[in-house]
Every structure is written in structure tokens, then in C-alpha cells.
């Protein structure tokens, strides 16, 4: 089987993680399979062997129809078995030009709430999802597919959840070195941040969290387009020494930070499911996260009442504040919620998440040994 994954662009977003991912574990087993990026971003994943690159710019009608054109091509000339697409507009292209080549499998993967999006993509996503365009439609959360629960049975029908994966965490090097190569104090707690500096992440209330705060440094891994926002911010609210910006890492470099850090925040306004958050806690790092239905769906615990990860009820840097408090100064909490993070990721591997997808093309177990 020859599958064609295709994805709107490659840069560091975690939805461009998860498709890598995929598309590299599903290579093992089917060689002949490709990935397609609409537009190239330099980044982590801008030079992958093999991988086509259709465009370096698309922000106008003309850049969207050659990209349309270049895509089709690509699909005559590679003559795939399948298509897997992530993101709403290689959802739209991918599935439309699949269609009309008679290619029978165009699994389509929600990554957020349709609601982030704007009215054209989400009026041609609705449309082509009720109409059988998608064979298949996969969020990566409970939370994710109930966005999706005001639309028309015709789209529901085809609507699946698949987790994302989380690859094998790096223990060879022990925390205290982690902390010592990136040049981190080991007299204070490390918190730690990863995502782009975007205002769905909200950065803006831990950084004020840590004006309240004084035996912890956070540390923000990450780049984008709030970056100059949130510097300014750190020296309006006099934390120049409490927060540090490391600005865009690459794939060690976050293992590297994770390992070193102590605790990890994510007080994100909207998600799917965050792979930063899925890699923390693979980490045994406890996680300390904001109040949305992503988060708490996925958190909950399937033996007890409660959460995987301590939830802030409110929007307040006061109340992050305590929370992390709460959490920093005592050890039997920092254990039990260590405990919790393995726990709750011990069964989401690329193998099995790759396996999932895989199903939906009518592959059989006897045909892909993970």
C-alpha cells in the first residue's frame, strides 16, 4: 500500500509533529509512501528526504490555486493507495482532488475546534465532510470531536478520536546535567513552558504568575509571533530574572529542557491535544494546566475522581500562582503527579497511534506489526 500524507505547511507546530511522526512510522511497514507539504517554512522538518514541498508562499488566490494544481499532480504521478491529510486546508485539497481521482481511502484529522477557523475553511470543511469527501475524519481528543457536535449527522457519522503519540523519552542523562548544560540554578524549581508564542497559548498569565514567585525560574521554549509582546511583558511586570526565553528549539533541545525541568505548565486558551503536553509527562514531569475541555477530558483518571494533572479553575495569575505553590512545596504531591503523568501516556506510542489510523484503510493486524 502507498499512502500520501499531506499537511498544510512544515513548520514547528504540533500538528506537523504528529503527521511526521505517523507518516515516518507507517513507512517502515509501507516504504513507498510520501508526505506533502503545501507550503515550505524552514524549520525541523523543511529538508525530510523524499518529502515534496509545493510552494514557499501561500497568501493569495493565485498561490492557492497553483498550490490546488501542484498537489493534483503530485497525486497522478504517485498514484496512492490512501491519503491521510492534517489541518483543514489539506483536509479540503487532499480530499477533493482524492475524490475525483477514484483514490478510496482520504482520511481527514481535526487538530483543534473548527471554531479557530475562518468562515470559508470551515463552510468547505462542513460541506465536504456531510457529503462523504472524507471517508474517514479523526480528532485527537474527546474534546476535540465534541466541538464538532452542532453539525449535521452526515459529518458526525465519519468523526473518530485517535490520541496522538508520544515517542520514547532520553533518561541517559540525569537531571541534574540536564540542568547544568543549559546553564539552569539548582536552587530554585524549574518551570517550564513549551509552545509557540501565540495568544491561544497564553503566556501572558504564568509570566505574571511569577511576580508571585520567588524560589522558581520559568523557562519559555518557543518562538512566534507575540514574541516581542511577551518580552515587553517581562520587564513591565520586573520578572526579567524569574523568566527566560530560549526562543525556538529544536527536537533534542527539548528533551533536553524537559528532562531538566522540575514541573510543566500549559495554560493554553484552546487545543486539541497538546504534544508538548503528551512529551512533559512522558517525562514523569507533574503538569499544572488550564481549566479547558481538551485538557480536562484527557486528564481525568479512569480508577478515581480527579485529574492527571492539577487544573486552574480560572484565567488568574493569583491563582497560578498558588496553584504552583501548592504543588512545588511538597514532595508527596511532585510524586503522586509524576506518577499520574507516566501513567496516563504508558499506552500512547507511535506504533499504536500508526496501527489506529491504519485501520481505517482497512489494513489488518497480520499486515502491520508495531
Not at 81 to 95: E, G, K, Q, R, V
Not at 199 to 223: P, R
Not at 226 to 251: A, F, H, N, Q
Not at 331 to 349: G, H, I, Q, T
Request: aromatic share 8%; with cysteine; proline share 4%.
Amino acid at each position: 500500500m502507498k499512502i500520501l500524507f499531506v499537511i498544510n505547511s512544515s513548520n514547528n507546530g504540533g500538528a506537523i509533529k504528529m503527521i511526521v511522526a505517523l507518516y515516518k512510522e507507517v513507512k517502515r511497514h509501507f516504504p513507498q509512501s510520501k508526505i506533502v507539504f503545501l507550503k515550505k517554512i524552514e524549520s525541523q522538518y523543511s529538508n525530510i528526504e523524499g518529502a515534496y514541498y509545493l510552494s514557499d508562499r501561500l497568501s493569495s488566490l493565485p498561490d492557492y490555486y497553483k498550490v490546488y494544481q501542484r498537489l493534483k499532480a503530485v497525486m497522478i504521478d504517485e498514484k496512492p493507495d490512501a491519503l491521510i491529510s492534517f489541518l483543514p486546508l489539506a483536509n479540503i485539497f487532499t480530499s477533493v482532488i482524492g475524490r475525483s481521482l477514484g483514490i478510496p481511502y482520504r482520511v481527514a484529522s481535526q487538530r483543534n475546534p473548527p471554531q479557530i477557523y475562518g468562515f470559508v475553511v470551515r463552510t468547505l470543511d462542513r460541506y465536504l465532510g456531510a457529503r462523504d469527501y472524507y471517508t474517514a475524519n479523526v480528532c485527537n481528543s474527546k474534546a476535540g470531536m465534541d466541538a464538532f457536535s452542532e453539525y449535521p449527522e452526515a459529518y458526525k457519522k465519519h468523526l473518530s478520536v485517535i490520541n496522538n503519540c508520544v515517542e520514547e523519552p532520553d533518561f541517559s542523562i540525569s537531571k541534574i546535567d540536564a540542568k547544568s548544560r543549559i546553564g539552569m540554578p539548582l536552587d530554585k524549581t524549574i518551570l517550564t513552558c513549551v509552545g509557540r508564542l501565540h495568544d491561544q497559548k497564553n503566556h501572558e498569565v504564568i509570566v505574571k504568575a511569577m511576580k508571585h514567585l520567588n524560589d522558581a525560574v520559568l523557562y519559555l521554549g518557543g518562538d512566534g509571533p507575540l514574541r516581542d509582546e511577551i518580552t515587553k511583558l517581562i520587564e513591565s511586570e520586573g520578572v526579567e530574572r524569574k523568566v527566560v526565553m530560549l526562543g525556538d528549539l529544536d527536537r533534542d533541545q527539548v528533551r533536553l529542557l524537559l528532562r531538566a525541568s522540575d514541573v510543566f505548565l500549559i495554560p493554553s486558551k484552546y487545543e486539541g491535544l497538546s504534544n508538548s503536553l503528551l512529551e512533559a509527562m512522558s517525562y514523569g514531569l507533574p503538569v499544572i494546566c488550564s481549566n479547558i475541555p481538551s485538557f480536562t477530558d484527557f486528564l481525568k483518571l479512569d480508577d478515581r475522581q480527579g485529574h492527571a494533572g492539577m487544573v486552574i479553575e480560572n484565567n488568574d495569575d493569583r491563582e497560578w500562582a498558588k496553584g504552583i505553590q501548592r504543588m512545588t512545596h511538597s514532595d508527596e504531591l511532585l510524586e503522586d503527579y509524576s506518577r499520574r503523568s507516566l501513567d496516563k501516556v504508558a499506552d500512547l506510542s507511535p506504533q499504536k497511534m500508526a496501527f489506529r489510523f491504519l485501520k481505517l484503510l482497512g489494513v489488518q493486524e497480520k499486515e502491520y506489526v508495531g
